[in-house]
């Protein structure tokens, strides 16, 4: 069963997130979830925060581990003995830039496969640059992130 990678910023994870992690993991040997840490991208929760906030919510999924990497995707792959990047797509906004890094990913690595999955429709549009906004002017998140996810960010930020 092979080992697939879902790195992305998680910044926080949200239930579309989730539900794509869900899906890889039924599908997949073991998925490992891993944030990025990239220091040029400008964060709203530290990496730490936002480990700990995907632990928490991936408890009742047995073949999920959480990390995190710098540099390129598919170095990390290989060092994780992994052959699949999962990636979640929504839009077709998000389209053209999935592709775009898929086939980079693809000519520095031909071995690792990038595969695809779109979530249920309830959750197709939550991003978490809106969850943020949302948060930040006082509204309801609870729709859009997993319970811990919202209780901390309750607890941080209206406390
Ligand atoms: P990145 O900064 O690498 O784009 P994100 O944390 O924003 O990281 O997203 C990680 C992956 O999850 C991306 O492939 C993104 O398209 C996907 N994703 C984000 N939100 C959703 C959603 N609601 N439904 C499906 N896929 C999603």
């Known amino acids: 069963m092979p080992i697939a990678i879902y790195p992305g910023s998680f910044d926080p994870i949200t239930k579309g997130h989730l539900d794509v992690l869900e899906t890889g993991s039924k599908i997949f040997g073991k998925v490992i979830i891993t944030v ?3 220091i040029n991208k400008n ?3 530290t990496v730490e925060e936002r480990v700990n906030l995907i632990k928490e919510s991936v408890k009742h999924l047995e073949n999920v581990e959480v990390d995190t990497f710098e540099g390129l995707t598919v170095n990390y792959a ?3 003995n992994a052959t699949i990047l999962l990636r979640g797509l929504r839009a077709v906004s998000d389209f053209e830039y999935e592709m775009q890094l898929s086939q980079t990913n693809s000519e520095l690595s031909p071995e690792i496969k990038t ?3 779109i979530t249920k429709p309830e959750y197709n549009f939550i991003s978490s640059s809106t969850v943020k906004e949302i948060l930040l002017n006082n509204g309801d998140i609870a729709k859009f992130v997993p319970e811990p996810v919202n209780q901390y960010l309750i607890s941080k930020f209206k406390g």
């Open 36 to 38: 990025s840490n990239n």
């Open 78 to 80: 290989k060092k994780r």
């Open 115 to 117: 595969v695809f999955l």
């Open 43 to 45: 964060s709203f929760l």
